[in-house]
C-alpha cells in the first residue's frame, strides 16, 4: 500500500526511537481521563434533568449504543489529530523556512543522523567538501581532520600576519557542513576583490581570525564558528603546532632548472619536477588530542580525496594521528583521486599513490581503496590533468572497491552522493562479514 506525503510523513511519528510516542500516549492518556470525568457528570445530568425532545436526535439516542460510541469516539480522535497538526503548524511557522520538511522529517532526519556511523575523514580542499556535504546527510558523527600546512594565498597571509595556524581548510569544511550550505558556502567562500588591505582575502578565512581574537584561541575559534553556523559534525586540527611542509625533489630526467628541496606547500606544485617525498618541520610535533580520540573511537576512517602530497600526507605525517590509525579499529579507507593533480601527481596511476603513500607511512595503515572506474570522461582542455584509471597490480595487499564517482558538472571531482553512497556500502559490508566471521569463530 501506498501513502501520501502528507501521510506518509504523519506515520514517521510512530517509528522507533523518535521520542514522540509516549508523549503522544500520555496526551491521549489525559483527554480520555478528562473525558471520562466528563463522562460521570454528564450521566448524573441525564439521569436527573428532564430535556426537550431534540435532544433526543441531537444525541443520536436513535442509534444503537455501541455505534455511537464509536461514532464519537472517531470523531473525537480526527478533531484532535486536526488540532494537533493545525497548532503545530501554526506554531513552528515562525521557525521554519518556507518550503522545509515537515515537523516529523525534521525530527526523523535528525533522530536517524544522529544514529549514523562515527566517520573520521582525513584530507583537505575540494575533495574533503564533496566527501564531508555527501556525509552530512546521513551521520552528524563527523570528524573532519585537516592539515595546518598551508601556507598560500590568503591563509598564508593570516598566517604570517597573526600567528594564526591556517583557516583556509577549516573555512571550506565549515561551508561544506553548514545547516544552510547554499548561502553559507557562498558568503564563506567570498573573495574581497580589489581592496587595500583586503584583496584576496576570503570572508571565511577573516571571521575565523576575528572569532580567534574574541575567544583568545585558534581552537576555540573553530568550534564557536561551528556553532554559529549549526555545522553537522566538528572540524579539528591533525596538530596545533605551526608546522611547515617540505618537498624534496627528484630528476626526471629532463632539463629542469631548480633547486632539490622546496619549502612550503604553497611552493611544492610550482617547482615543476616529481616529488621524491615530503616531510614536516619540525617533525615530531603532537597530534591533536580531540583527532587522536575521534580516530580511536571512529568506525569509519577514510583518507582522501584531495592532494596527495599536499593535504592527506601532511596529516597522516604526524606521528600521534598515524599511530592513532593503526590502532583504531575502524573500518580504514584510502579514496583515490578521480584525476592527476598538475604538479603533484602527473601522470600517476592508481598504484603511484598507494606507493606513495606506503613509502612515507608504510602499508599497514588501511585495508580498503575505493577508487573511480568512470574514466571515459573530457576534462576541460586547459587543466593538464588525466583520469586515475582503477588497475592496479597491488591485488593481495588491499581490497578494491570500484564505482563510477564522477561528478557530471566537474568531471575531475567526486559526486557527493555518489562517494558517499559507496563509502557506506562498503562499511555495510564490511562490518557484516566481520560480524560474520566472529559468529563463525565462537
Known amino acids: 500500500m501506498r501513502f501520501g506525503p502528507r501521510f506518509g510523513s504523519a506515520l514517521k511519528w510512530l517509528i522507533p526511537g523518535m521520542g514522540v510516542k509516549r508523549w503522544l500516549l500520555l496526551l491521549f492518556g489525559g483527554i480520555t481521563i478528562v473525558s471520562l470525568g466528563v463522562g460521570y457528570l454528564l450521566v448524573d445530568v441525564y439521569r436527573t434533568w428532564t430535556f426537550p425532545s431534540v435532544f433526543y436526535y441531537l444525541t443520536l439516542q436513535f442509534i444503537p449504543r ?32 518556507p518550503g522545509q520538511s515537515s515537523l516529523a522529517d525534521i525530527i526523523y532526519d535528525h533522530r536517524q543522523r544522529g544514529r549514523g556511523p562515527k566517520v573520521v575523514a582525513i ?53 561544506a557542513l553548514a545547516d544552510d550550505e547554499s548561502l553559507t558556502a557562498r558568503l564563506f567562500q567570498y573573495r574581497f576583490g580589489e581592496a587595500e588591505g583586503l584583496n584576496g582575502h576570503s570572508f571565511g578565512n577573516l571571521f575565523i581570525a576575528a572569532m580567534a581574537a574574541v575567544t583568545g584561541n585558534f581552537e576555540r575559534a573553530i568550534l564557536e564558528s561551528s556553532r554559529v553556523l549549526n555545522i553537522h559534525g566538528r572540524i579539528v586540527p591533525s596538530t596545533l603546532e605551526n608546522v611547515t611542509l617540505w618537498a624534496e625533489l627528484r630528476d626526471d630526467g629532463e632539463e629542469v632548472q631548480g633547486p632539490d628541496r622546496v619549502e612550503g606547500e604553497s611552493q611544492i606544485s ?31 576512517i577514510t583518507m582522501g580525496p584531495g592532494s596527495l602530497f599536499t593535504s592527506v600526507l601532511p596529516n597522516l605525517l604526524v606521528p600521534g594521528i598515524a599511530s ?24 600517476f596511476s592508481l598504484d603511484d599513490h598507494l606507493a606513495a603513500l606506503e613509502e ?16 571515459d570522461v573530457q576534462f576541460p582542455p586547459h587543466m593538464s590533468v588525466e583520469a ?32 558517499v553512497g559507496a563509502l557506506l556500502n562498503l562499511y555495510s559490508t564490511a562490518r557484516a562479514n566481520t560480524t560474520a566471521g566472529q559468529s563463525a569463530g565462537l
Open 66 to 97: 455501541a455505534w455511537r460510541g464509536l461514532l464519537f469516539g472517531v470523531a473525537g480522535v480526527a478533531a484532535i489529530t486536526i488540532a494537533v497538526l493545525q497548532l503545530n503548524r501554526s506554531l513552528l511557522s515562525a521557525f521554519r523556512a
Open 123 to 175: 584530507g583537505g580542499g575540494t575533495g574533503l567538501s564533496a566527501l564531508l556535504r555527501g556525509l552530512k546527510e546521513h551521520t552528524d558523527n563527523i570528524t573532519a581532520i585537516v592539515t595546518v600546512a598551508d601556507d598560500g594565498g590568503s591563509s598564508g597571509r593570516l598566517r604570517r600576519d597573526l600567528g594564526l595556524l591556517p583557516p583556509g581548510d577549516f573555512r571550506s569544511s565549515i561551508a
Open 270 to 300: 610550482k617547482a615543476g619536477r616529481p616529488i621524491e617525498r615530503v616531510f614536516l618541520e619540525p617533525d615530531k610535533v603532537p597530534g591533536y588530542p580531540g583527532a587522536i580520540k575521534a580516530i580511536l573511537e571512529a568506525e569509519l
Open 388 to 419: 586515475v584509471a582503477p588497475e592496479t597490480q597491488l591485488g593481495g595487499t588491499y581490497q578494491f572497491i570500484t564505482r563510477d564517482l564522477v561528478d557530471r558538472e566537474n568531471p575531475w571531482q567526486h559526486d557527493p552522493r555518489k562517494l
Open 324 to 347: 592513532a590509525l593503526r590502532a583504531s579499529p575502524a573500518i580504514k579507507v584510502y579514496v583515490s583521486n578521480i584525476a592527476t593533480e598538475e604538479g603533484e601527481t602527473d601522470h
Open 360 to 375: 612515507h607511512v608504510g602499508r599497514d595503515l588501511f585495508a580498503y581503496v575505493l577508487a573511480n572506474d568512470k574514466v
